[in-house]
């Protein structure tokens, strides 16, 4: 089991670009989780999907953020345009709905720094 | 009320001592209680959980404490390790596959 697959891993961009992150689930898993870190604010969860359906995109910040998982091996969260304000790390997890979908499985997340 | 509030921020505890790590919460709909390991540079990791039928669950050194009169449950380490050094996250949910509400974590560091 290859875990839950993030890329980049550090992703290093000038405010105003767009950034895309990506993140491919465990195999099988059937809900999946885009969440933030930061210091301050700790792990905040952004949005999440199920069977590859948006369910809560509550915890997106703002509009310049969107989230898309067109197929159940693919999800990418993309941030356009970036400020120096969303540099964090950002976690994809995973989970399967048959195993009650409690228990999740974090990727090594991606460091976004935003200059 | 979906708030998970962990305490204290960060921990410093002698090898071979007790780390604890206290979380409180106010949903009272909430039925499910992990705890979180993460090291630098990975995604945290679940370490263990707790439902509310019973009021402490043992892995090896590692125990869950809980108290749902007050709402609140902890995580004992005993015997810490310099490898248990690691930020520790608490987190909530209810069943139905609703996502976890974290804790803002614990940074802990055990010192030989």
């Known amino acids: 089991d290859a875990g839950v697959i993030q890329s980049p891993r550090h992703e290093v961009t000038e405010m105003g670009q767009e950034v895309t992150l990506r993140c491919k689930p465990i195999s099988g898993h059937n809900s999946l989780f885009w969440y933030r870190q930061t210091m301050m604010r700790g792990l905040e969860l952004l949005i999440y999907?199920?069977?590859?359906?948006?369910?809560?995109d509550s915890g997106m910040p703002e509009d310049r953020f969107s989230a898309k998982m067109p197929n159940a091996s693919f999800s990418t969260l993309k941030i356009q345009p970036s400020e120096p304000r969303d540099s964090a790390v950002y976690f994809c997890?995973?989970?399967?709905?048959?195993?009650?979908?409690?228990?999740?499985?974090f990727g090594s997340g991606t460091q976004l720094s935003v200059l | 009320q979906q708030q998970v509030k962990q305490s204290p921020q960060s921990l410093i505890v002698q090898k071979g001592g007790i780390s604890i790590i206290n979380c409180a919460y106010e949903n009272t709909a909430f039925d499910y209680f992990p705890w979180y390991q993460q090291f630098p540079g990975k995604g945290p990791a679940l370490l263990i959980a707790?439902?509310?039928?019973?009021s402490e669950k043992k892995e090896g050194r590692f125990t869950i404490s809980f108290n749902k009169s007050a709402k609140q449950f902890s995580l004992h380490i005993m015997d810490s390790q310099p490898g248990d050094s690691a930020t520790y996250f608490c987190a909530a949910t209810f069943s139905g596959n609703t996502p976890l509400v974290f804790g803002k974590g614990t940074r802990l560091s055990v010192i030989a």
């Open positions: 707790i439902r509310p039928d019973v």
């Open positions: 997890a995973s989970s399967s709905l048959a195993l009650g979908g409690e228990k999740l499985f």
């Open positions: 999907f199920n069977n590859n359906v948006p369910i809560d």
